[in-house]
């Protein structure tokens, strides 16, 4: 992997992981190869074992009382770190939000403005931040990017993962019709309009087809298991992959929702 030189780059950030629920449950393979990207380039790596769901469900269901509790866990747990960095831009971008749950000028408000300012999402991190260029390693096989909406619309992640895609040996990606459009996962929107949502999935599984690609990529689990499941039981062929499996070259074991 390769960076480009700077005051951060030159150094060895200690980062704290931010594992997410979807990855510690049904994707560890997702927080490992998270760890590896950000260990090729030169970080220190913590996972601590006390951090908790980062609230969004909670938060979105105007439950602001307990997404204020969890958000207290996180903040306490995390604090010490240079940066905080996870593989889900629905969670990163929960944790920016942390200030709107305390009252500006308390001290927790305060805290919750230090976590909100040095958490990232993993392939911004290593772009913008780091400003890594390429990575090392291979995938046989034709990518289509599915752009998460946490993602893309609250932190900005559209280019990042595509750039260093680029540098991927062995990969050739193909853009779909409408990457940049929900796959009806959307939290707690695919349990309260379960119809709405299998439409909004079906369309995206109909673009993935019409694109071509052998192998789908995006940057959250919700969105991966929401579209692997789709496919899975549509009997598609195409492969689902987290886009950091992908670039840290953990492609052996069996792809999300074993869709093949």
């Not at 050739?172 to 439409?199: A, H, Q, W």
């Not at 991966?224 to 899975?232: F, M, P, Q, T, Y």
Request: proline share 5%; glycine share 12%; net charge negative.
């Amino acid at each position: 992997m390769t960076s480009a030189s700077g005051p951060v780059a030159s150094g060895k950030p200690r980062v704290g992981l931010f594992v997410t629920c979807l990855a510690d449950l049904f994707r560890p393979s997702v927080a490992f190869a998270t760890v590896k990207l950000l260990e090729d380039v030169g970080c220190t790596v913590e996972a601590p074992a006390v951090q908790t769901c980062c609230g969004q469900p909670a938060f979105n269901s105007g439950d602001r009382a307990d997404a204020r509790a969890l958000a207290e866990a996180v903040i306490a747990a995390f604090e010490g770190y240079e940066f905080v960095v996870g593989p889900s831009g629905s969670c990163i971008g929960m944790l920016r939000h942390y200030p709107e749950l305390f009252e500006p000028g308390s001290p927790w408000h305060g805290r919750a403005e230090r976590l909100a300012a040095r958490s990232h999402e993993i392939v911004s991190f290593l772009v913008d931040v780091l400003g890594v260029h390429g990575v090392n390693a291979h995938y046989a096989g034709t990518v289509t990017y599915h752009d998460s909406c946490s993602g893309l619309r609250e932190l900005g992640v559209k280019a990042q993962p595509r750039a260093l895609l680029a540098t991927v040996a062995g990969l050739s990606l193909t853009e779909m019709t409408d990457s940049e459009v929900c796959c009806g996962f959307g939290g707690t929107f695919c349990i309260k309009y379960p119809e709405i949502s299998n439409r909004m999935v079906s369309d995206k599984i109909a673009n993935i087809a019409a694109s071509g690609a052998d192998t789908l990529l995006a940057g959250d689990l919700g969105c991966l298991l929401n579209i692997g499941g789709k496919l899975k039981r549509e009997g598609s062929p195409v492969r689902v992959w987290h886009v950091a499996e992908v670039l840290a070259g953990m492609t052996d074991g069996a792809p999300i929702g074993d869709a093949r």
